[in-house]
């Protein structure tokens, strides 16, 4: 027995070693592995040629092999009223290596006389909408914008084009900014209107802000962008905004509040260069349909969770060709969320690797660059600190009062591995942006502003997916949650109506009062509303304001606030448009 023991114990010893052997053939050593939401997958951007016979190439360079993919060619309709690509044609891909695929459109295609409802023929050419799918592990979608025109001896020829916007920013009573990103060097000019003003810009990078000044409180106005470079000339589509009532007035109006649009699961246009495109647009669309005057979006707009500053660029890119539709005549006030900005520690996390100083591919840096919002936030008390600007801010629209913060400034993430690093907890506002809040809540009661809103990101009582963060950390960061109780009693002091925030992927309205913290004397709203595509999170009911929700909802939605004198109605819809809840947010304080 004792024999045949030591002889099983050798047979299994034997099998063991061989599966290994086998595992070891079989598979790679260390193969690639391909995270369906964080890591790059294009090693640069993509080049693109408009060839004389009419086809376009696309060339790739992918960090992983390929095993297929598609594409297709379209358009962006002139008769639509909002902007979005329709695509009409395939186009076909090959893939001379693996890792180097190459896509191939016929521009004639879109002049088709049966389809051509855009008359490219007859114009001479015009903007065409370029979509490649690349099978990885999983599939990756890529959407860019290309403008061609026919040469004189009839063959075709690239052309620049409008790749991102216009889009129209930090709208007061008089002025505005419109903004354009163009793929070539272009000079041109803004013809806005009712009372016709022009103003000329240089893009010799490709970006364009103009600023437009001189315009009437209360009242739409119409613009298109003309631009022009070596051979011709080229005009956008009319767009219409309308500019902010005076400050102070009790004109009514009505805006939107949402944000969390980064990739979801469930494959197609929930994840586009990190971006869940589908929802963002639905959600658009409605607070357009809904006549909203502007749209606050406090965070995470793309999914980030990377250490390339390169790969943050390009998912913040993705966000602005699905926003431009409702971007091009709705003004968009974004914030900084934990996803939108590079991490500051690399893969492995350790404090050596740490990138301990700010450079200018930090986050706040990275994202002024692509997001045009008001440029009066605080200055950091550390010179070498990023900055604040567009990142934090307010503003002024009729009555009402608006203040954007980041309390996910220079964040180094959240987690035990990271808590004890240099830089700032998730949840964590510096001393200067407290300071800051302070005197523009009391500057905009000082002006006579009736309706105090302030927005960010981490939610300071979260109810559902960020309990472990957010500025609660599970109860264990006294730290933050001095910072909350000091920030909370602010909004106190100045009787703000709601703070709104987002980070948990859910609806929740929860009513913070002396019942949660005697010193909270005064009631304010906490609205999260992180329902633009995220991935979504169920409901924690272990914390300690628990009894203070007064309605969840764990789907993707929006919110549309309508001021109409002294009350502030809250309308919450589902992606679909069905209203979730109406409430009138001001009785709390009555």
Not at 64 to 73: I, K, Q
Request: charged content about 20%; proline content about 6%.
């Amino acid at each position: 027995m004792r024999l045949a023991g030591r002889f099983l114990i050798v047979i299994c010893t034997l099998l063991a070693i061989a599966l290994q052997l086998c595992s070891t053939i079989v598979a790679p050593k260390n193969p690639p592995k391909e995270n369906p939401i964080t890591h790059l997958f294009l090693v640069h951007e993509p080049s693109i040629e408009v060839l004389r016979d009419g086809l376009v190439e696309v060339r790739c360079e992918t960090l992983r092999p390929c095993s297929g993919g598609e594409a297709f060619l379209g358009i962006f309709p002139d008769s639509a009223e909002l902007k979005y690509p329709i695509y009409c044609a395939s186009g076909e891909v090959a893939f001379p290596d693996p890792t180097h695929p190459v896509a191939r459109f016929n521009l004639k295609r879109l002049e088709d006389p049966e389809t051509d409802i855009n008359h490219l023929r007859e114009k001479g050419g015009g903007r065409a909408a370029l979509r490649l799918e690349l099978q990885g592990t999983r599939l990756h979608i890529f959407d860019r914008i290309v403008a061609y025109r026919h040469a004189n001896d009839g063959g075709y020829r690239r052309a620049p084009a409008l790749v991102e916007g216009p889009f129209v920013d930090a709208v007061t009573d008089s002025s505005a900014i419109i903004s354009c990103e163009f793929d070539l060097p272009v000079t041109g000019k803004l013809m806005i209107g009712p009372r016709p003003m022009t103003f000329e810009f240089a893009a010799a990078e490709g970006h364009a802000e103009i600023a437009v000044r001189g315009l009437k409180a209360d009242s739409p106005c119409t613009y298109q962008v003309i631009w022009t470079d070596a051979s011709d000339r080229f005009i956008s589509p009319e767009y219409t905004f309308c500019t902010a009532p005076k400050r102070g007035s009790n004109r009514s109006f009505r805006f939107a509040v949402f944000c969390d649009s980064r990739g979801a699961y469930g494959g197609g246009e929930t994840y586009v260069e990190g971006v869940n495109q589908a929802t963002l647009k639905a959600l658009l669309n409605i607070a357009y349909a809904q006549k909203a005057s502007f749209i606050l979006f406090p965070g995470d707009l793309i999914s980030g969770s990377t250490s390339s500053p390169v790969e943050v660029e390009r998912q913040f890119q993705s966000w602005k060709r699905a926003a431009s539709a409702v971007g091009s005549r709705v003004p968009i006030y974004e914030g900084v969320g934990n996803h939108d900005q590079p991490s500051l520690w690399l893969a492995g996390g350790s404090s050596q690797d740490y990138l301990a100083r700010p450079g200018p591919e930090v986050g706040e840096v990275l994202f002024a660059r692509h997001f045009v919002n008001p440029t009066n936030g605080p200055d950091p008390v550390e010179t070498d600190f990023p900055p604040y600007k567009e990142n934090v801010y307010s503003f002024d629209w009729g009555s009402a009062h608006f203040t954007m913060l980041n309390n996910n400034y220079f964040q180094k993430g959240s987690g035990e591995k990271v808590a004890d690093m240099a830089g700032q907890l998730q949840g964590a506002m510096r001393q200067e942006q407290l300071d800051w809040l302070e005197q523009d809540l009391q500057s905009a009661r000082d002006r006579g502003q009736k309706q105090l809103f302030v927005l960010a990101h981490e939610p300071a009582f979260p109810n559902g997916g960020h309990v472990k963060d957010g500025m609660w950390w599970n109860g264990k960061r006294a730290e933050i949650i001095a910072i909350r109780d000091h920030f909370w009693r602010i909004l106190c002091r100045y009787q703000v109506t709601a703070a709104f925030f987002g980070d948990e992927h859910n609806y929740s309205r929860t009513l913070i009062d002396s019942t949660v913290n005697s010193a909270f004397d005064c009631p304010v709203w906490q609205i999260i509303s992180g329902g633009a595509g995220a991935p979504f999170y169920s409901r924690d009911s272990s914390v300690p304001w628990a009894d203070a929700v007064k309605a969840f909802y764990p789907l993707p939605h929006l919110c549309l606030l309508d001021m109409n004198g002294e009350d502030v109605w809250l309308t919450v819809l589902s992606e679909h448009g069905t209203v979730i809840e109406r409430v009138n947010l001001s009785l709390a304080q009555r």
